[in-house]
């Protein structure tokens, strides 16, 4: 549908709704496109107070805010909601979790099943949690069982339904799942690193498996062995490779590109230079790929696979409703300190043979 010209005279459902702008935007022209009327002229309130505002007023009408501009107010269409989840918002999401529960006990057993479980659910927990505390529409998660692996699941994902209202709650509903999953991966990792064993190492042997080791589970694993003797190696037990994937399922996460949680706390953060770091971001994934498959000699496709589903899914980030409030201090600092965090988790190359 091409747009209405901006000088056409108001219809009466368009002037219903600006109406509604009273006392918060002067409007002094229109457009609707698509189901949505963008209005142009200047906010009279601040941001947070206008969107605010704006949102109690337009509920009622089916409408909703959009706040990209400080001289232009979007009204967008809400999509009705559903009324509660019912079987079938039930019967996916629970024959996922069944299916991706009998992938990881196929894969390392009991312990490890339970362990790498309870991290991922916790980590969809935080997510779901935040958002519902938001009052946002979200799905229950959807995990992903990966039987032909040496992981059991490729994770769970969970879905937005209703557009996320501010900076501030993209941020904590993005942070929350990393904080949440890590929060059970580190005392997982501490327990599995307590059942490990120190043994001879076996370079030469075919077949053997190198875990890399990413700053965070060296010191841990330096706080319950010391320092491990020279021709000798830990040999992980099952909890602890659980906690150690843990830890790499929480770094990738945290890229900052897309719709991973390191996007939304770095589009959070940023705002619309987001675009340029994520960008960066996929170039630099390549470039990760390439440097590990030299220096190891062997091909490293991880960081790759990564660069081309951000490529394919999108690296750039929508905006939130109000995209013209910015997170606060505290919000922006843990925002770089999240930053820290995946270098302090992630692995060059996380599996060597």
């Known amino acids: 549908m091409p747009p209405i010209p901006w000088s056409t005279p108001l219809e009466e459902w368009q002037f219903l709704l600006a109406r509604e702008l009273a006392e918060v935007f002067h409007a002094e022209g229109w457009e609707a496109r698509d189901g949505a009327v963008r209005f142009r002229g200047r906010l009279l309130v601040d941001p947070e107070r206008a969107f605010a505002v704006l949102s109690e007023r337009l509920r009622p009408l089916g409408y909703v805010p959009q706040l990209l501009r400080p001289d232009e107010v979007v009204l967008l269409r809400l999509a009705p909601a559903r009324r509660g989840l019912g079987l079938r918002g039930w019967a996916l999401p629970a024959a996922l979790f069944v299916a991706t529960l009998l992938s990881t006990l196929f894969v390392g057993g009991t312990a490890y099943a339970a362990s790498i479980m309870g991290i991922l659910v916790v980590h969809e927990l935080g997510h779901y949690v935040t958002g519902r505390l938001y009052g946002m529409r979200v799905s229950l998660p959807y995990f992903i069982p990966m039987p032909i692996s040496l992981m059991g699941t490729m994770g769970a994902v969970i879905r937005m339904r209703s557009p996320v209202p501010n900076r501030r709650a993209l941020f904590d509903v993005g942070i929350a799942g990393p904080l949440a999953g890590l929060a059970v991966a580190v005392p997982v990792t501490i327990l599995g690193l307590h059942l490990s064993k120190v043994v001879p190492d076996v370079p030469d042997l075919p077949g053997v498996l190198r875990f890399g080791e990413p700053l965070l589970f060296k010191v841990l694993t330096g706080l319950v062995f010391g320092t491990v003797p020279s021709g000798q190696t830990v040999l992980l037990h099952p909890v602890a490779y659980a906690g150690w994937l843990g830890f790499l399922v929480t ?75 910015p997170v606060d201090p505290i919000r922006r600092t843990i925002g770089i300190l999240s930053w820290g965090l995946f270098l302090a988790l992630v692995t060059p190359v996380p599996i060597q043979l």
């Open 251 to 325: 770094a990738l996460n945290l890229i900052p590109a897309g719709q991973l949680d390191g996007g939304h706390v770095a589009y959070a953060v940023l705002g619309r230079r987001h675009d340029k770091v994520a960008l960066m971001t996929v170039f630099a994934l390549f470039g990760m790929a390439l440097y590990t498959t030299l220096s190891t000699g062997q091909l490293q496709m991880l960081w790759a696979i990564w660069g081309v589903l951000l490529l394919i899914l999108g690296y750039r980030h929508p905006p939130p409703l109000n995209d013209l409030t």
